[in-house]
Each structure stands twice: as C-alpha cells, then as structure tokens.
C-alpha cells in the first residue's frame, strides 16, 4: 500500500496543508470574537481597534473558503490518483495470473473488488487516514487557541474528557471490522449471483421469472441483512461517540456558566470559550470515526493486497519456435469424481491428432493439462524437453477452447485480440480461406452478435491469425455446417508445419485425416492409432453404436 500512498504524497500534503490554514482562519474566529467581547464590555472601549477586528474576522473567513475549497480539490485528485492506480495495478496483477488460481474464484469476485472493494478502500481507508492527520493539526491549533484564551479550568475538563473519549472507537473497531468485512464478501456472492442470473438471460421467461426472483430476492435480502448488521452497529459507535463528547461538552459548559456566575470569566472568554469547546470536540469526533473506518478496512486492506501481491512467475523462458515433440510422462489429474491416470504419450511436430471418445473421458482434461490450465498431481509435460511449467508458450501454442470467448468488439479486434496479433496474419489468413461466411463476419460491429457456427469460424480465424505452430482444438466445429467443416478441416490438415490436437465426436471418416486418433474412456486411452487399425477396434464400433442410438 505504500506505494500507492507514495504516489499521492503531494497530493496528500497540499490537501493538509490547505487544511491548516483552514484550521487556523476558522480558530481565530472565537479569538476575534472574545476580543470584540472583551472591547466593547470593558471600561474603555477602544474604538480604533474595532476595523481591525473585523477586517481580520472577514479576512479569515474568506481565507477558510479559500483554502476548504483548495483542500477539497487536492483530496479529490488524491483520491482518484489511488483509485486509479489500485484498480489498474488490481488488473495487471490477475490478468498475470495461472489460468488455475484465476478459475478458483468466481468471475462476480473480481469485480466486487474492483467495484466495491476498492471504492471502499478509497473512501473509507485513504480519506479517513489523511483526516487523522488533519484532526490532529485541528486539535494542535484549537488547543492552542484553547489554553491561551480560555481559562485553563475549562481547557482542562475539555482536553481530558475528550482524551478519556477515544477510548471508545478502541473498543468498537473489531467488531466493527468483522461486520464490514462480511458485508463486503456477501456483496462478492451478490455479484457473482446477478452475473450469473443475468449471463442466463435467456433461459428467465413467464414459468421461470418467478423462481429466478425469488432467488434473487433471497441474495439480496441477505446482503441487504449484512449491511444493516454493519450500519446497525456502525450507528451505534457513532452514538457512543457522540455521547461521550456532548457530555464533555456539557461538564465545560457547566464549568464556563459557574465561572461566569462567579465572576471568574469575562464574558469575551465565555464566547471563545463556547466556540472553542465545538470547535476543539469536532476534530475529535473525526478522529474517533476515522480510526474505526481505517480499522474497519484493514481486512480489506489485506485481502486486496494479497490479490495485488499474489506471486507470479514472470521469468518463464519465452519460447519461439516449436521443433520436436510433445511429451506427455506417467501424468495423471484428479478430480473428486474423475481420475486420469499415468498418461504417456508423444506429439509429434507437423503430425496431427483426434481426441475421440465418451463426454466426460477425460479429453479436454489432456488438453487443458497441455495448456498448463490445470495442474497435474504426478508427472510431466515437456515441449521439446522442456517442462511447460518453465515455459510462456504463447508463442508456439494456441488453445480454441470449447466455449471461446467472443469480445463484445469488432471482427478485428476479436481476430487480431486487440493488434496482439499481426493484421497482415490475419488479412492472410482471410484471403486463403475464401469463405463467403467472412463477409458477414466483418460487416458486425459486435462480433457477439454473431451466430453460433460464425462464432467458431472467428475463432478458428484468430487462432490461425496467431501463428502458432501448435494448435490445440476442443470441438471447434461443433456448431459449424458440414460444407464449411470441411472447407475448414482440409485446410487445417494442409498445414504442414501446424502440430493439430483436436478434440472431435465426428467419427465419420473424416477421422482419415488425422495420423493418428486416442480412443479415450473414463480417462484412459483404451485405443490409438490411424483411422485404419483404429476403426477395427471393438471399443471404436461400440463408440460408435452408442453414438447413433
Ligand atoms: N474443474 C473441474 N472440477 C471438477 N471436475 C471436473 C473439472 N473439470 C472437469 N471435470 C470432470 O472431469 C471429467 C472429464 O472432463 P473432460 O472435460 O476432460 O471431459 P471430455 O472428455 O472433454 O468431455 P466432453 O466430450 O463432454 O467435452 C468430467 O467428469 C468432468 O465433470
């Protein structure tokens, strides 16, 4: 966090020195006042001294305008500076992330910490914090401006009292925090559940609407539960607070009537006094209110920094070019109820695969195992020797995943993913497939809008627009007609230099494409080879059967 402090420290330090300045214009004020007081109720009153006074009186008022406006504009550009800066650090650091950690959170997580988490620690961590500072110079000035002008009796009931006062934010801030803390995790589920709910759209009509609102109700009631908890309590320090300073207030109002009675005070010092004992109370009240926000935020504090600050393996050798094989040694991945056992296998460069087999036999895990996705529990993939783990192979590899992701943007940026990939690639890529459906897809401004089949033929577009030599497909023409399949399929098995892993329930003979095919079934490969010997396996007809019944 002390970066992001560091950052705004100008900021920061304008903000409280303009402060200051209020402070000491507003302090003055009661100072002025107690003279004009004491002047004009006094044996003589001195005459000459009265523009003075109120030429001083008006100066310091201008003056706290001036500078409460100044002090303001340097809070709001501190505050946006860190917002800005945690949000776009927040970003960097999870778009860096394994794809596994990522995956172990929900989507409706992330952007409750970016929405919510992060707002908070602005206004209610970084604020409070630069108020403490500011409270304490408030409290430096008013005391004083307290102990000179007013009699030392009430100063002291005041400064004691309000010592004896701040005790109470120390009892109230844990549990203040343990209740914002679970409100703000409940706002994560909140999230998650609307993005969800939303994600579904489609599937909310007349039978269904009132069930999907009900469930909705439920989240909302229990967010709506923690954040009163929260308020509830928060209302009630507030209180407690208050309490305490208005009974301090009272004591020294006693104190300065009893003094006045007795001819003790004069009555200048009674209304400096007066002035001073509001003026002296309110920084302390701040102070009690930020030390608990400050605290109340230091789980999130901590929750947002370890997602910032979460280790990243950035020195992964950078590979570029794909030579030799793929290796797959004894690896096996577990799931509660899905286990892959003791997979070896070898790639070749240039050959290309079919995954074949049951849904749920373990085909995308192979590949997602590849991808470096998921973590296998014994084993190892190597690329050209080399483990994946101490490789980026961004370069030499491309996964099309089952459901890819389609930007809400258009057909170039979604095929060249925002220029990462060169524009001649793609404009070469186009120009060899000739497909008529290109057309269509270039003239959508929103590439989401795009149907099913066209969807998959953009993503086919973009993994051949990055290049790579490696390309690993989880049935990508699942939606896509049979004519543009083929157009599709021939091309892709012409590429002599491409290393194709595809992951297919066609088990037409289409299949004679491939060099070689893995029959896989309950995460095992119970069957390999060319179309040949593997369509005259047992396990290959059965596949077959159980397909077309
Ligand atoms: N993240 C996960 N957590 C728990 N189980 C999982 C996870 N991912 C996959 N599985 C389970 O592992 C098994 C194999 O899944 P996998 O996706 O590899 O199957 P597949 O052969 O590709 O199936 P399909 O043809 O339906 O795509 C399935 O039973 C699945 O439910």
Redesign the pocket.
Known sequence: MKKYFKEIRFHIFMRVLCYGFVTLATAAIPALQKQLFDLILGEEAIIDSFPVIIVTYVVCLLSASLFGYLSMLYTWKASLRFELSLKRDFFKSVFNYKYEDF?SRDIGEYISIQGNDITALDMDYLTPLVDIIQAFIQILIFGVFLFVNVDWRISTVILIGSILTIIIPKVTSKPLADKRNTWLNQMGKYVSRIKDFLEGFKLIQSRTRNNINKEHEKILEETKNMRYKYGKFKSLTFALENLGLNIVSAVAFIIAAILLLNGDLTMGSCVAAFGYINSFISPINDLMYDFNSVSSLKKTKEKVIAYLEKEINQDLKVKKKFNQNITFENISFR????S?DNFSYEFVKGKKYALI??????????I?GLMNY?TPISGRIDIDGENIDSIDTAHIMYCLN?NEHIFSDSFINNATVFSSYQESSLNRVTDNLRLKIIDNLKTQDNSQNLSGGEKQVLSIIRMLTSSTEICLM??PFAAVDSKTTEILENMLMDLQDKTIIM?T?DLSENLAKFDEILL?EK?KVIGKGTYKEISEKQEFKKLIKTYLH
């Open positions: 995956a799931y509660d109820n899905f892959l087999g049951h849904n749920g036999s373990g085909k995308s895990t192979l997602n998921i089952q989880d049935e992951v329930h896989m995460g």
